[in-house]
């Protein structure tokens, strides 16, 4: 049930039955005419609903084989011992519309508890994802130092991004991308260099005429789109591919030598 108002602190939870078919009006009207005066002006009921110490009465209300029976909620921000004045006054109600009735007190609730129950399991909820989320793992930070160790090593050779043994390697891989340097660097290969466009570079050109070359491309069309379109202009020895679907930059360490220990010399490659 909802509570209207933010300042409840209790809930009286009543259940009553009577002799006869009777509506919601009928046990409202019981409510508040049958317990006028009884504790005194401080504590009527309809002045304390006037004044927001008593919150909206609900009733659930049902009826069969011409009895009626259902429940009562009466929001309280009064005190403990006034909000059980008012529960105890409920039991003084004898008719309810034209019927003989009964009503029973079965609980008084103490919202705030509840309140404080959804606060406790929340703040353990918050906690536990404040600990996940900023007190990172012993192998995430270790990642992380990694992955800067990568960036560090990841170099600019003549505007193209390339491992740091480019330069003075006897041979060097070609690859599609950035991200496929940096992925060839994390498994321990210094020696890649990217093409990084459409077209081949003249500096890639030039290396391949000087350096033992593998030309390492995606498992897919482009990949071998790349692969003619570099055989047009430049020099490679060796043909790697990417299982097909796959890319160079999301293989596995175990997947980039696989695929580099099975690459196929050019010329096997042109006569298949």
């Known amino acids: 049930m909802k509570l209207p108002q933010s300042t ?27 317990t006028e005066g009884l504790l005194g002006s401080d504590l009527d009921l ?18 069969e084989n011409a009895k009626t029976k259902g429940k009562i909620f009466v929001p309280s921000s009064l005190s403990s011992s006034e909000t ?21 007190v079965v609980n008084i609730k103490d919202v705030r ?5 959804f606060v406790l399991n929340r703040a353990k909820e918050l906690l ?3 600990i996940v989320d900023e007190l990172p793992s012993t192998s995430s930070l270790t990642e992380k130092v990694e992955e800067s160790a ?16 480019v330069p003075g390697s006897d041979e060097i891989i070609v690859v599609e991308g950035r991200a496929d340097v940096i992925n060839l660097l994390k498994s321990g290969i210094k020696n890649a260099i990217a093409i990084n466009g ?12 000087q350096k033992l070359t593998t030309l390492f491309v995606d498992g897919d069309r482009a990949g071998e789109l790349i692969i003619k379109k570099f055989l047009q202009v430049a020099e490679a020895d060796f043909i790697a591919r990417a299982p097909e679907g796959k890319e160079v930059e999301e293989l596995t360490k175990k997947e980039i030598f696989k695929c580099l220990r099975e690459k196929i010399p050019i010329n096997e490659y042109k006569s298949q």
């Open 113 to 117: 508890s509840e309140k404080r129950d």
């Open 198 to 209: 459409v077209e081949i570079p003249q500096t890639i050109i030039d290396l391949s005429k």
């Open 8 to 34: 409840i602190k209790y809930l009286i939870e009543a259940e009553f039955s009577c002799e006869g078919i009777v509506e919601k009006p009928d046990v409202i009207g019981a409510l508040f005419g049958q």
């Open 150 to 165: 990568r960036l560090l090593q990841l170099k600019d050779f003549n505007g193209l991004p390339a491992g740091p043994y």
């Open 46 to 63: 309809r002045e304390l609903q006037r004044s927001g110490r008593i919150g909206r009465i609900e009733v659930e209300i049902s009826s």
């Open 128 to 130: 536990s994802n404040f």
């Open 84 to 104: 059980a004045l008012i529960a105890a006054s409920l039991e003084t109600i004898e008719r309810i519309g034209p019927c003989e009735a009964k009503v029973q």
